[in-house]
């Protein structure tokens, strides 16, 4: 059996994405892997509506879970799936976590923090830059997130038609 791809990582921060929006978030999953054996060390989804919390982005619920699964706040050389572009907050705790790689989807060109706005990793003052890759699965990332955000508009437009 081959090993896992970013691909597959991919696709499983995917379904993870997909889950948020089921719950009514913002579609963005994010899976943590360790590269050195494969294997996922935690996962999560957007929830900062569900959570009442404006922090809780895909990436820091998952870098919670890694966190506690090891014991340790430092994520090192751990690898970063996530949908979405990270933003500018996301990208801080990814650096002050020590996370190796982040490979992300979608760029998000409005509210990005890594490929666009601050480009966070390239700033003087970041102490820690792991390597990055944008555009896996972009198409898919970005139509999931197309949809939903289509469907609330239409939804709002609705709810203001009946009033």
Known sequence: ?????????????????QAAAKAGEAPVGCVIVDPAT????AEGANRPIGA?????????????????????????GLSL????????????AISHARIGRVVWGADDAKGGGVAHGPRFFEQPTCHWRPEVQGGVLAAEAA?????FFQARRTKGTASMRER
């Open 143 to 147: 139509a999931l997130l197309k949809t």
């Open 52 to 76: 009442h919390d404006p922090t809780a982005h895909a990436e820091i619920v998952a870098m919670r879970a890694a966190a506690e699964a090891l014991g340790n706040y430092r994520l090192t």
């Open 1 to 17: 059996m081959a090993a896992p791809t970013d691909l597959d990582f991919m696709r499983r921060a995917l379904v993870l994405a």
């Open 38 to 41: 494969n294997a996922i060390v």
């Open 81 to 92: 799936y996530v949908t979405l572009e990270p933003c500018a907050m996301c990208a801080g």
